[in-house]
Protein backbone atom coordinates (compact mmCIF):
# COMPACT_ATOMS: atom_id res chain seq x y z
CA UNK A 1 0.00 0.00 0.00
CA UNK A 2 1.45 3.45 -1.23
CA UNK A 3 2.34 4.98 2.01
CA UNK A 4 2.10 9.10 2.34
CA UNK A 5 4.00 11.65 3.53
CA UNK A 6 2.54 15.36 4.78
CA UNK A 7 5.28 17.55 5.47
CA UNK A 8 4.80 20.93 7.15
CA UNK A 9 7.37 23.84 7.85
CA UNK A 10 6.50 25.61 10.81
CA UNK A 11 7.00 28.57 12.43
CA UNK A 12 4.63 30.55 14.99
CA UNK A 13 1.42 29.03 13.37
CA UNK A 14 0.09 26.88 16.74
CA UNK A 15 -3.00 29.27 17.12
CA UNK A 16 -4.06 27.71 13.57
CA UNK A 17 -2.71 24.61 14.03
CA UNK A 18 -5.39 22.55 15.45
CA UNK A 19 -7.27 23.15 12.10
CA UNK A 20 -4.86 21.52 10.32
CA UNK A 21 -4.74 18.82 12.64
CA UNK A 22 -8.74 17.84 12.70
CA UNK A 23 -7.76 17.65 8.30
CA UNK A 24 -5.19 15.12 8.47
CA UNK A 25 -7.19 12.81 11.19
CA UNK A 26 -9.80 13.21 8.72
CA UNK A 27 -8.55 11.63 5.79
CA UNK A 28 -10.30 8.70 4.40
CA UNK A 29 -6.87 6.93 3.75
CA UNK A 30 -5.26 5.60 5.89
CA UNK A 31 -1.33 4.81 4.85
CA UNK A 32 -0.20 8.02 6.05
CA UNK A 33 2.85 9.78 8.03
CA UNK A 34 3.16 13.71 9.25
CA UNK A 35 6.70 15.02 9.38
CA UNK A 36 6.90 18.68 11.27
CA UNK A 37 9.87 20.67 11.47
CA UNK A 38 9.71 23.74 13.74
CA UNK A 39 11.59 26.33 12.94
CA UNK A 40 12.54 27.71 15.89
CA UNK A 41 9.33 29.22 16.82
CA UNK A 42 9.14 32.29 19.32
CA UNK A 43 5.91 31.71 20.96
CA UNK A 44 3.87 28.75 22.34
CA UNK A 45 3.51 26.96 18.83
CA UNK A 46 5.26 23.77 19.96
CA UNK A 47 3.74 23.06 23.15
CA UNK A 48 0.40 23.37 21.38
CA UNK A 49 1.41 20.92 18.52
CA UNK A 50 2.50 18.57 21.25
CA UNK A 51 -0.43 18.40 23.04
CA UNK A 52 -2.18 17.61 19.96
CA UNK A 53 -0.27 14.80 18.62
CA UNK A 54 1.38 13.37 21.68
CA UNK A 55 -0.27 10.28 21.46
CA UNK A 56 -0.55 9.72 17.36
CA UNK A 57 2.92 8.36 16.32
CA UNK A 58 2.11 8.88 13.03
CA UNK A 59 2.71 12.58 13.62
CA UNK A 60 7.12 13.65 13.99
CA UNK A 61 8.20 16.62 15.51
CA UNK A 62 11.65 17.58 15.12
CA UNK A 63 13.00 21.19 15.34
CA UNK A 64 15.50 23.66 13.94
CA UNK A 65 17.61 25.17 16.53
CA UNK A 66 17.99 28.66 15.12
CA UNK A 67 15.62 29.89 12.84
CA UNK A 68 16.84 28.71 9.45
CA UNK A 69 13.46 30.19 6.97
CA UNK A 70 10.91 28.30 4.85
CA UNK A 71 13.37 27.25 2.16
CA UNK A 72 15.88 25.89 4.70
CA UNK A 73 12.93 23.96 6.83
CA UNK A 74 11.07 22.66 3.54
CA UNK A 75 14.16 21.50 2.04
CA UNK A 76 14.93 19.40 5.86
CA UNK A 77 11.29 17.97 5.88
CA UNK A 78 11.73 16.04 2.86
CA UNK A 79 14.96 14.14 4.46
CA UNK A 80 12.67 12.97 7.34
CA UNK A 81 9.99 11.59 4.77
CA UNK A 82 9.65 7.71 4.69
CA UNK A 83 6.38 7.87 2.52
CA UNK A 84 5.68 7.11 -1.61
CA UNK A 85 4.29 10.26 -2.17
CA UNK A 86 4.96 13.58 -0.79
CA UNK A 87 2.76 16.79 -0.46
CA UNK A 88 4.06 20.03 1.88
CA UNK A 89 0.93 21.56 3.94
CA UNK A 90 1.25 24.77 5.53
CA UNK A 91 0.41 24.60 9.30
CA UNK A 92 -2.11 27.49 8.75
CA UNK A 93 -4.05 25.28 6.11
CA UNK A 94 -6.10 22.32 6.23
CA UNK A 95 -7.06 19.88 3.46
CA UNK A 96 -10.57 17.77 2.78
CA UNK A 97 -10.79 14.23 3.89
CA UNK A 98 -10.39 12.78 0.25
CA UNK A 99 -7.45 14.42 -0.61
CA UNK A 100 -4.92 11.78 0.20
CA UNK A 101 -7.54 9.38 -1.39
CA UNK A 102 -8.03 10.58 -4.13
CA UNK A 103 -4.56 11.73 -5.31
CA UNK A 104 -3.10 8.43 -4.55
CA UNK A 105 -5.42 6.87 -6.64
CA UNK A 106 -4.41 8.91 -9.93
CA UNK A 107 -0.88 7.58 -9.23
CA UNK A 108 -2.03 4.10 -8.95
CA UNK A 109 -3.34 4.35 -12.37
CA UNK A 110 -0.69 6.25 -13.87
CA UNK A 111 2.75 5.15 -13.17
CA UNK A 112 4.71 7.48 -15.30
CA UNK A 113 3.06 10.13 -13.02
CA UNK A 114 5.67 12.77 -11.82
CA UNK A 115 2.95 15.15 -9.62
CA UNK A 116 -0.86 15.68 -9.07
CA UNK A 117 -1.97 19.19 -8.65
CA UNK A 118 -5.39 20.22 -7.97
CA UNK A 119 -7.58 23.50 -7.28
CA UNK A 120 -7.61 25.25 -3.84
CA UNK A 121 -10.37 27.30 -1.58
CA UNK A 122 -9.35 30.36 -0.54
CA UNK A 123 -10.50 31.18 3.00
CA UNK A 124 -10.79 33.44 5.81
CA UNK A 125 -8.95 33.66 8.97
CA UNK A 126 -11.58 31.36 10.12
CA UNK A 127 -10.63 28.71 7.52
CA UNK A 128 -14.17 29.33 6.00
CA UNK A 129 -14.14 28.70 2.19
CA UNK A 130 -14.93 32.10 0.22
CA UNK A 131 -14.05 31.25 -3.54
CA UNK A 132 -11.79 28.82 -5.42
CA UNK A 133 -8.65 30.33 -6.57
CA UNK A 134 -9.21 30.56 -10.34
CA UNK A 135 -5.47 30.59 -11.29
CA UNK A 136 -4.95 26.55 -11.36
CA UNK A 137 -5.83 25.29 -14.94
CA UNK A 138 -4.67 22.48 -16.60
CA UNK A 139 -1.26 23.17 -18.25
CA UNK A 140 1.00 22.13 -21.42
CA UNK A 141 4.13 21.03 -19.34
CA UNK A 142 7.41 21.77 -21.69
CA UNK A 143 10.27 23.14 -20.83
CA UNK A 144 8.81 26.90 -21.21
CA UNK A 145 7.11 26.29 -18.98
CA UNK A 146 7.69 28.73 -15.88
CA UNK A 147 4.22 28.93 -13.40
CA UNK A 148 4.21 32.11 -14.26
CA UNK A 149 0.99 33.80 -14.13
CA UNK A 150 0.72 30.99 -11.33
CA UNK A 151 -1.20 27.76 -12.83
CA UNK A 152 0.12 24.99 -10.48
CA UNK A 153 -0.64 25.62 -6.96
CA UNK A 154 -1.65 23.33 -3.94
CA UNK A 155 -2.47 20.48 -3.31
CA UNK A 156 0.86 19.51 -5.03
CA UNK A 157 1.11 15.89 -4.65
CA UNK A 158 4.92 14.01 -6.00
CA UNK A 159 6.98 11.35 -5.60
CA UNK A 160 9.57 11.02 -3.57
CA UNK A 161 11.78 9.53 -5.99
CA UNK A 162 11.16 11.43 -8.49
CA UNK A 163 12.05 14.45 -5.96
CA UNK A 164 15.26 12.80 -5.41
CA UNK A 165 16.36 13.16 -8.83
CA UNK A 166 16.42 16.63 -8.79
CA UNK A 167 18.79 18.93 -6.81
CA UNK A 168 15.98 19.54 -4.50
CA UNK A 169 14.12 23.01 -3.22
CA UNK A 170 17.09 25.29 -2.61
CA UNK A 171 17.51 25.53 1.41
CA UNK A 172 18.50 29.97 0.71
CA UNK A 173 15.51 30.63 -0.28
CA UNK A 174 13.15 32.41 2.07
CA UNK A 175 10.10 32.86 -0.59
CA UNK A 176 8.99 30.95 -3.33
CA UNK A 177 10.18 28.12 -2.33
CA UNK A 178 6.79 26.38 -3.59
CA UNK A 179 7.68 27.46 -7.32
CA UNK A 180 10.84 26.10 -7.03
CA UNK A 181 9.62 22.61 -5.99
CA UNK A 182 6.93 23.07 -8.93
CA UNK A 183 9.20 23.66 -11.71
CA UNK A 184 11.93 21.09 -10.83
CA UNK A 185 9.55 18.26 -10.22
CA UNK A 186 7.40 19.13 -13.52
CA UNK A 187 11.36 18.57 -15.37
CA UNK A 188 11.10 14.87 -14.54
CA UNK A 189 7.69 13.72 -16.06
CA UNK A 190 4.37 13.94 -16.72
CA UNK A 191 1.53 16.11 -14.01
CA UNK A 192 -2.22 15.30 -13.89
CA UNK A 193 -4.71 18.09 -12.81
CA UNK A 194 -7.80 17.40 -10.64
CA UNK A 195 -10.18 20.21 -11.25
CA UNK A 196 -11.55 20.03 -8.03
CA UNK A 197 -10.51 21.46 -4.41
CA UNK A 198 -8.82 19.49 -2.08
CA UNK A 199 -6.73 22.47 -0.02
CA UNK A 200 -7.97 24.89 1.97
CA UNK A 201 -5.82 28.12 1.89
CA UNK A 202 -6.38 30.68 4.47
CA UNK A 203 -5.78 34.12 4.63
CA UNK A 204 -4.58 35.96 7.46
CA UNK A 205 -2.69 38.93 8.67
CA UNK A 206 0.27 37.18 9.69
CA UNK A 207 0.89 34.90 6.30
CA UNK A 208 4.04 34.90 4.80
CA UNK A 209 2.59 35.32 1.55
CA UNK A 210 0.16 38.23 2.41
CA UNK A 211 0.81 41.91 0.73
CA UNK A 212 3.91 42.95 2.89
CA UNK A 213 6.32 40.37 1.41
CA UNK A 214 4.59 40.22 -1.75
CA UNK A 215 7.22 42.59 -3.63
CA UNK A 216 9.87 39.83 -1.83
CA UNK A 217 8.04 36.93 -3.22
CA UNK A 218 8.27 38.74 -6.80
CA UNK A 219 11.94 39.13 -6.36
CA UNK A 220 12.85 35.51 -5.61
CA UNK A 221 10.04 33.77 -8.17
CA UNK A 222 12.05 35.58 -11.31
CA UNK A 223 15.36 34.22 -9.29
CA UNK A 224 13.70 31.01 -9.16
CA UNK A 225 12.82 31.55 -12.73
CA UNK A 226 16.17 32.32 -14.23
CA UNK A 227 17.81 29.79 -12.03
CA UNK A 228 15.04 27.26 -13.89
CA UNK A 229 16.26 28.84 -17.68
CA UNK A 230 19.40 27.98 -16.87
CA UNK A 231 18.92 24.52 -15.46
CA UNK A 232 16.95 23.89 -18.89
CA UNK A 233 20.02 25.44 -21.01
CA UNK A 234 17.72 27.67 -22.33
CA UNK A 235 19.71 30.27 -23.98
CA UNK A 236 16.84 32.68 -25.49
CA UNK A 237 12.89 32.49 -25.26
CA UNK A 238 11.02 34.20 -28.32
CA UNK A 239 14.04 35.65 -29.42
CA UNK A 240 15.50 37.19 -26.15
CA UNK A 241 18.79 36.40 -25.53
CA UNK A 242 18.47 34.72 -21.40
CA UNK A 243 20.55 36.44 -19.28
CA UNK A 244 24.10 35.17 -17.95
CA UNK A 245 23.24 36.87 -14.80
CA UNK A 246 20.75 37.85 -12.81
CA UNK A 247 20.57 41.40 -12.70
CA UNK A 248 16.26 42.57 -12.22
CA UNK A 249 13.07 40.77 -11.88
CA UNK A 250 11.54 42.79 -14.68
CA UNK A 251 13.91 42.07 -17.21
CA UNK A 252 13.00 38.31 -16.35
CA UNK A 253 9.19 38.46 -16.38
CA UNK A 254 9.71 40.36 -19.97
CA UNK A 255 11.02 37.20 -21.49
CA UNK A 256 7.64 35.56 -20.43
CA UNK A 257 5.15 38.61 -21.83
CA UNK A 258 4.49 36.72 -25.27
CA UNK A 259 3.01 33.83 -23.08
CA UNK A 260 0.16 36.11 -22.21
CA UNK A 261 -0.88 37.52 -25.49
CA UNK A 262 -4.05 35.78 -27.30
CA UNK A 263 -2.14 33.82 -29.65
CA UNK A 264 -0.08 32.59 -27.38
CA UNK A 265 -2.87 31.30 -24.71
CA UNK A 266 -5.24 30.62 -27.80
CA UNK A 267 -2.07 28.17 -28.92
CA UNK A 268 -1.54 26.84 -24.92
CA UNK A 269 -5.26 25.72 -25.15
CA UNK A 270 -4.53 23.63 -27.85
CA UNK A 271 -1.92 21.59 -27.14
CA UNK A 272 -3.41 21.08 -23.33
CA UNK A 273 -6.27 19.84 -25.38
CA UNK A 274 -4.59 17.69 -27.90
CA UNK A 275 -2.45 16.17 -25.15
CA UNK A 276 -5.17 14.94 -23.32
CA UNK A 277 -6.59 12.89 -26.55
Not at 34 to 44: E, F, K, L, Q, Y
Not at 65 to 90: E, H, P, S, V
Not at 143 to 157: K, L, M
Request: include cysteine; charged fraction near 25%; charge should be positive.
Amino acid sequence: MIKFSILIAHYNNGKYFKECYQSLINQTYENWEVIIIDDASTDHSVEMIQSLIKNDSRFKLYHNIINQGCGFTKAACIQYAQGDLCAYLDPDDAIYPEALEKTVHEFIHKNDLAAVYSQMRLCDENLTPKSTYAGTKQIYNNRYFFNCPIQVAHFFVFKRETYLRTKGINPNLKNAVDQDLYLKILEQGEVKYLKEPLYLYRIHSHGISQDKAKQSAKESFARVIHETMKRRGLKAINNKTVPEIFTSSQEIFELLNYQNNRIERLISKIKVTLDSI
